[in-house]
């Protein structure tokens, strides 16, 4: 099934060759509906997407409801998947399992990070993409209002509320990278300001779009833009663990090793190697973390693999203070969590009947062959039901090697 991404323009001459460069491996057609753009965008739409369609609009404002109804428009005409973005919105993330075939009319919401900076005498590297060199943000999680979901979808029925954003989202295996306030140079903050004089006065006195127009007069200046943004700083993070899960390569893969010691172990010899132990190595990728007290700290679906060597026998099975607790368990929940579905969580522990199960008397979590098919494998998982445990796997192997029990699930 074919996939076309729609997009409407006004003198986008600085930020067009990164968007163009980017979804043209995404997309077999793209269709650029243009404002009546007076720079070079309309050159460099053919020089790096000669094939793509590029037709005025009829519009001659960003009139927020013409805009949309001319989007719906160009969508009706043609098949397959589609998706208006903006030139400032990026797709990213594991779309191309989503770009196939699909017998039944489909819709992915797709949630966004927006990217934060201030910097207008900065500059920005035309050889790298945007989110390598700008890696703080706001993300969909802390604040889903700063920029809702957009549509990915092959349903020709659709309707837009103005703006053609979504309230919820259905599918975080892809994501928007969105930089319209990511003003990190000249360019950036030019582009920004200049989208004023395209609002109509329809739109100006019902509100729409106003961060475009903010300011004494309804006009935006660099110093109202910044105290614009300056509002919704303390939302922004790093957003590095997520530039990484969506944007690595294919062949690129992640192992987090838990109790790490000075050297994080890599049985599956992961292209990138984390460690988490009780102090921190940034030279090796370690962070410090105590996990019988706190959870893992790195973001949901973003490990190939999790090891545990000579670990969980560490963890405690039950605490009291300050409250009855399963450490265990919620360990258990939490390698679930920061494996991508299919990922591998491996366990190499002294384990019952032997010896070396017992005789370090900081061994609290006795483990045997039993634990992990009885409590955490899809088919029976009691730790669901009786301890509260959040996640599924499923044992793909479980060997001894002398006392030490092997064990392999996969996050179903």
Not at 31 to 56: F, G, H, M, N
Not at 380 to 389: I, T
Request: proline share 5%; charged share 25%; aromatic share 14%.
């Amino acid at each position: 099934m074919t996939a076309t991404v729609i997009s409407h323009i006004y003198n986008e001459e600085y930020i067009l060759p990164w968007w163009l460069e980017h979804h043209k491996k995404i997309f077999d057609h793209g269709i650029i509906i243009d404002y009546a753009s007076t720079d070079r965008s309309l050159e460099i739409i053919k020089e790096i997407c000669p094939t793509w369609e590029v037709v005025q609009s009829k519009n001659a404002e960003f009139n927020a409801m013409a805009v949309d109804v001319e989007v719906l428009e160009y969508e009706r005409k043609i098949e397959g998947w589609r998706i208006c973005l903006n030139v400032t919105e990026f797709l990213v993330g594991d779309y191309s399992k989503f770009l196939v075939d699909s017998i039944r009319s489909t819709q992915h919401l797709i949630p966004t990070i927006t990217f934060w900076d201030w910097n207008p005498d900065g500059e920005l590297d035309r050889t790298k993409l945007l989110w390598e060199q700008k890696k703080q943000g706001i993300h969909y999680k802390t604040d889903f209002m700063a920029r809702r979901a957009r549509s990915l979808h092959n349903v020709k029925t659709m309707t837009y509320d103005v703006g053609r954003h979504f309230p919820s989202l259905n599918n975080e295996e892809m994501m928007i990278f969105h930089y319209a306030n990511c003003i990190a140079s000249k360019g950036m903050l030019d582009r920004r300001l200049q989208i004023q004089t395209k609002v109509p006065e329809h739109d100006r006195v019902r509100g729409w779009g106003s961060h475009h127009y903010h300011g004494p007069n309804g006009v935006m200046t660099a110093e109202t833009l910044k105290e614009l943004w300056s509002k919704d700083l303390p939302k922004v993070t790093d957003c590095s663990e997520d530039i990484i899960r969506y944007t690595k390569e294919p062949d690129e893969t992640y192992a987090l090793d838990l109790g790490c010691g000075e050297y994080p172990k890599n049985p599956f010899k992961a292209k990138h190697l984390y460690g988490i132990d009780v102090r921190d190595d940034t030279k090796n990728k370690i962070t410090k973390a105590d996990l019988v007290i706190e959870p893992i700290p790195f973001i949901d679906n973003f490990f190939d693999y999790v090891t545990a060597h000579d670990f969980i026998e560490h963890i405690p099975r039950l605490m009291y203070s300050p409250n009855r607790r399963y450490p265990f368990v919620e360990l258990m929940s939490e390698i679930w969590r920061v494996l991508k579905v299919g990922g591998k969580f491996y366990s190499k522990t002294p384990a019952f009947p032997h010896a070396a199960a017992f005789w370090d008397p900081t061994h609290v979590n006795i483990i045997t062959e039993q634990t992990f098919p009885f409590y955490f494998d899809n088919e029976r998982m009691w730790a669901k039901e009786v301890y509260g445990f959040k996640g599924q796997f499923k044992i793909e192997s479980q060997t001894w090697d002398g006392p030490h029990l092997l064990s392999t699930l996969v996050k179903c």
